[in-house]
């Protein structure tokens, strides 16, 4: 059965004067959250990397609703930051509201902190040589004669001031504790450097 359309009109009228009642209650009443906020890094140039201390996180507050801050999904809150078209060295970058992303009826009170310094360097690749860690003596008579790496070298990849300073890559401890013939392990390679990574193989 249809209602008259007198009716509906009133029905409708009367759902929204109740909702904007709804937001004007609502509006009076207003509660604050802070929240760590992890910063995401958005079209860094592939020829360029990222040094120093850029923070993982900054500290976002919040107002809303008090029944809004309540369900907050602190998930569902980003800070971004657009790199492109950046170039190598020192960039500052300032914070506002609008880089934030957070729901529907929440609004960004304060960013801390709101300038972020990042430091853009020139990525570099270069190969060095691999020096196997050994650990323990041999078995009685018998001694170390040669350590060998395959491959010999790896191929790692930075800043070009971390990869200019890098001279050899590190393994995983070899131990010949006790033994008396020759041992042979496939290992772990690591670097001193924690800006830098691998290019390839990590094992040798």
Same mark, same amino acid.
């Not at 020096?131 to 041999?138: Q, S």
């Not at 020759?182 to 670097?191: A, I, P």
């Given at each position: 059965?249809?209602?008259? =359309?007198?009716?509906l009109?009133?029905?409708?009228?009367?759902?929204l004067?109740a909702?904007?009642?709804?937001?004007v209650? +609502?509006?009076?009443? *207003?509660?604050?959250?802070? &929240?760590?906020?992890?910063?995401?890094?958005?079209?860094?140039?592939?020829?360029?990397?990222?040094?120093?201390g +850029?923070?993982?996180?900054?500290?976002?507050?919040? =107002?809303? !609703?008090?029944?809004?801050?309540?369900?907050?999904?602190?998930?569902? /809150? #980003?800070? *971004?930051?657009?790199? @492109?078209?950046?170039?190598?060295?020192?960039? %500052?970058?300032q #914070?506002?509201?609008?880089? %934030?992303?957070?729901?529907?009826?929440f609004?960004v009170?304060?960013?801390?902190?709101?300038?972020?310094? &990042?430091?853009?360097?020139?990525?570099?690749?270069? @190969? %060095?040589? /691999? @020096?196997?860690?050994?650990?323990?003596?041999p078995?009685?008579?018998?001694? &170390?004669?040669? /350590?060998? !790496?395959?491959?010999?070298?790896?191929?790692?990849?930075?800043?070009?001031?971390?990869?200019?300073?890098? @001279? *050899?890559?590190? *393994?995983?401890? %070899?131990?010949?504790?006790?033994v008396?013939?020759?041992?042979?392990?496939?290992?772990? /390679?690591?670097?001193?450097?924690?800006? #830098?990574?691998?290019?390839?193989?990590?094992?040798?």
């Amino acid at each position: 059965m249809s209602l008259p =359309r007198r009716d509906l009109a009133l029905r409708v009228v009367s759902l929204l004067l109740a909702v904007g009642l709804w937001f004007v209650i +609502a509006g009076r009443q *207003t509660a604050e959250r802070g &929240l760590a906020v992890p910063v995401e890094l958005r079209n860094v140039p592939r020829t360029l990397e990222l040094t120093g201390g +850029a923070p993982d996180s900054v500290e976002v507050r919040v =107002r809303a !609703s008090p029944g809004l801050i309540d369900s907050l999904d602190p998930g569902r /809150v #980003l800070a *971004t930051i657009d790199l @492109a078209g950046a170039q190598e060295g020192e960039k %500052i970058v300032q #914070l506002t509201p609008d880089q %934030i992303r957070v729901p529907f009826g929440f609004k960004v009170v304060r960013i801390t902190p709101s300038l972020l310094t &990042l430091q853009l360097e020139t990525m570099w690749q270069k @190969a %060095i040589p /691999v @020096a196997p860690r050994v650990i323990g003596r041999p078995a009685a008579g018998y001694e &170390l004669a040669e /350590v060998v !790496s395959e491959p010999a070298e790896v191929r790692i990849a930075g800043p070009t001031s971390r990869v200019q300073t890098l @001279a *050899t890559a590190f *393994t995983e401890p %070899i131990s010949i504790e006790g033994v008396s013939s020759t041992v042979q392990q496939s290992v772990g /390679v690591g670097l001193g450097d924690p800006l #830098l990574r691998l290019e390839g193989t990590s094992r040798v």
